[in-house]
């Protein structure tokens, strides 16, 4: 199995700024006042929500102290939200159009908390046209960012039979992947989400409520846009960074699904001489909340804190305590 990771230039995008638009600031945030009792911003410290989306976290951290907020997203169609955040907050706030696996190198001042919203944005499922979704007809893409070559179009059609069913069952956890990798085979050229859906739902039996295509698309999803090691890249980031730093950092992660989860538990585990749980265990959203927000059913929020190494024979590096973050700047 191959996964490409080269970065290729905008205009094999498939997505572009021009897509942002007030209709996609429908995004509800999840969990968020746990996240803000968690992360317990402070005045005059610096914070990083790597995973902008339409902005809800950075948000509420701008507006709950005096700090600023780096914001990290590989989404070039969240730009325009960016800017108007940059317009609104000045040098508070700074945007950086990148994955969040790069964070250590988007860091350049010591910061007191980060935040994870792992998944897809409501805006990226929604549009029919990034192909994220069984429930609307578009291009077999499913591509965050226009950071990867990959699409799901590309694995569907020319990835082996054995590939996919280890694809489908490693990310999708999906028991019948034999079956749904052959389905898939027999069936290319597949070129749309309807086409893949109904591909699925021909030899995977529905159970309950749950459309027979998520785990497809789940699996596709994670695969094109590499997300487990994109989360497990980051929190190495974070430790590198933090070793030898002047302060400790506060990490927050919010997983919508169990591999998600897993990797941030797996790395809590092999780093426990620096990582610590500042809540024990997972918190989960209020029945409220799922009544309120669908989308927060699935959801889980860790509360970490990674402890500098000052003291234990490392000299602290020197880093800039002002965070001299560029007034208002997007990078691109
Ligand atoms: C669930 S949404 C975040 C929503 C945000 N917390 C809010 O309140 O609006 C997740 C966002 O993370 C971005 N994202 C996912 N994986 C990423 C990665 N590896 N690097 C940078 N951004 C990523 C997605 O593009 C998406 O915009």
């Known amino acids: 199995m191959h996964k490409e990771t080269k970065t290729t230039s905008a205009e094999k995008a498939p997505n572009s700024a021009s897509r942002a638009s007030n209709e996609m600031l429908k995004h509800t945030p999840v969990l968020l006042n746990e996240m803000l009792a968690q992360l317990f911003p402070k005045n005059g410290k610096v914070y990083v929500d790597a995973t902008f989306g339409a902005g809800g976290y950075s948000r509420a951290i701008l507006n709950s102290a005096d700090c600023k907020v780096i914001a990290l997203d590989r989404d070039p169609s969240v730009i325009s939200i960016a800017q108007d955040f940059s317009r609104e907050y000045g040098s508070r706030f700074f945007f950086n159009l990148s994955k969040f696996s790069d964070i250590k190198n988007m860091l350049n001042c010591e910061v007191s908390g980060i935040v994870f919203d792992f998944g897809l944005s409501s805006m990226q499922i929604e549009?029919?046209?990034?192909?994220?979704?069984f429930q609307h007809d578009g291009p077999l893409d499913?591509?965050?960012g226009n950071d990867g070559?990959?699409?799901a179009a590309q694995v569907a059609n020319s990835f082996s039979k054995d590939d996919l069913r280890s694809i489908l069952r490693l990310y999708g956890e999906e028991r019948l992947a034999g079956r749904v990798a052959s389905a898939i085979v027999a069936s290319r050229p597949l070129s749309?989400?309807?086409q893949l859906a109904e591909v699925v739902?021909?030899?995977v039996p529905r159970r309950g409520t749950i459309d027979p295509a998520t785990k497809?698309?789940?699996a596709l999803r994670i695969f094109v846009n590499n997300e487990l090691q994109?989360?497990?890249s980051a929190l190495n980031g974070i430790l590198s960074f933090a070793s030898g730093g002047l302060n400790d950092i506060s990490v927050v992660t919010v997983a919508f699904h169990s591999l998600e989860d897993m990797v941030v538990k797996n790395w809590l585990k092999s780093n426990s001489g620096m990582v610590k749980e500042k809540t024990r265990g997972v918190i989960l959203p209020s029945n409220q909340e799922i009544a309120n927000n669908h989308r927060a059913r699935s959801a889980r929020l860790r509360s970490l804190v990674v402890r500098a190494i000052v003291g234990?024979?490392?000299a602290p590096k020197e880093k800039n305590t002002n965070c001299n973050i560029p007034e208002g700047k997007i990078e691109r």
């Open 192 to 194: 749309s989400t309807f």
């Open 312 to 314: 234990q024979g490392r």
């Open 201 to 203: 739902r021909a030899v």
């Open 142 to 144: 499913m591509r965050m």
């Open 149 to 151: 070559d990959l699409t």
């Open 230 to 232: 994109e989360i497990h």
């Open 127 to 133: 549009d029919g046209k990034r192909g994220f979704s």
């Open 216 to 218: 497809t698309f789940q």
